[in-house]
């Protein structure tokens, strides 16, 4: 009994100091205005990848607002190009559309698929178990497959395959960029941006010029034919513009960069968690405890927006809208108060 006397003691003061460690919360010394929801959906949100959200009555939006198209039921969107959509179930079928929503193409794999992307009549797919494949929709014939190394857990941001003119590059679960010719469908190069068998998939991945940005959770690297340069950091985002490179971190920071990824400025909001970014003649962060912060593209100033809500779900932004549970706003309506 004396050990109990001093043991209940001790676990009161463990869970009082875990109390300590909860995530501290952005406070912002200023508010600029606040901002009211514009309109509403006709169905909330239910799944969001980098080029597009699916609503939960099969809707889509993607960089071009919401859509008429509807995708099957249990099925999620996951990318588009000139009038051709994409959409996957959890059972490892994927569908692909056209404008008035018909089903051109059908193939169920033997896993999950985690993104694709369609050029024309060329799929190029990621499944699950880190497998690449390229696909001939038109004769229904596989031209590359590679079966990576398995991965036993990858972060939601998924990049999906890149066509840059005569290549289609595939960035892996492992962290790994493959090159591949499409004249020849036989492998380039690859390129290890961060190569681990946890989370280390490439979140992000976009060309500029004759340059390639890409990222993993933990390292961006920037190519181009001459040389690579490489930042490790906690990564939540990327952008790219024309000779520089904003980095957003996990610990509330923005980091701007040259092209080959030296750095230039940070600016840092304490605590804060970025949850979605827009870029356009300013920079828009959404920030998880219900902000919008918006800085000017070179991190000089900065102004804080309030918004309806905190995000606890689902988030996605176009050029000039966001869009959140089954509302959006226009970025170019901010409220002073």
């Not at 990318?79 to 490892?92: I, P, Q």
């Amino acid at each position: 009994m004396k050990y109990i006397k001093y043991l209940i003691p001790l676990i009161i003061l463990l869970l009082l100091s875990g109390c300590g460690t909860k995530r501290q919360n952005f406070e912002p010394k200023s508010i600029s205005g606040e901002i009211d929801y514009d309109g509403a959906l006709p169905a909330k949100i239910v799944d969001v990848v980098r080029s597009g959200a699916t609503l939960e009555n099969g809707q889509i939006i993607t960089k071009d607002g919401l859509l008429d198209i509807k995708i099957p039921e249990n099925y999620t969107f996951i990318g588009d190009s000139k009038g051709r959509y994409l959409a996957t179930s959890k059972c490892g079928n994927l569908v692909v559309l056209d404008k008035n929503s018909h089903v051109i193409y059908e193939k169920k794999f033997d896993s999950v698929v985690a993104t694709a992307t369609i050029k024309e009549d060329l799929l190029a797919v990621i499944l699950g178990n880190n497998t690449q494949l390229l696909i001939d929709i038109t004769s229904k014939k596989e031209l590359y497959k590679n079966n990576g190394d398995k991965v036993y857990a990858h972060d939601s941001k998924i990049a999906a395959p890149y066509f840059l003119t005569s290549l289609i590059i595939f960035p892996t679960l492992d962290g790994k960029l493959l090159i591949i010719d499409l004249k020849t469908n036989k492998l380039l190069r690859d390129v290890v941006v961060k190569s681990e068998k946890f989370f280390s998939n490439i979140i992000y991945l976009d060309v500029l010029g004759d340059r390639l940005v890409a990222a993993t959770k933990q390292r961006v690297v920037s190519i181009n034919p001459k040389s690579m340069a490489f930042l490790d950091e906690e990564v939540k985002d990327v952008i790219i513009l024309k000779n520089r490179v904003l980095v957003f971190t996990k610990d509330g920071r923005i980091i701007l960069t040259d092209a080959d990824l030296k750095v230039l400025k940070t600016k840092k909001f304490k605590f804060a968690s970025f949850v979605g970014t827009i870029h356009g003649e300013f920079i828009y962060i959404v920030e998880r405890g219900g902000f919008l912060i918006a800085t000017d593209l070179n991190l000089i100033s900065s102004n804080i927006y309030e918004l309806p809500d905190e995000i606890e779900s689902y988030v996605y932004t176009t050029n000039d809208k966001f869009y959140y549970k089954n509302s959006y706003f226009k970025l170019s309506a901010p409220r002073k108060k």
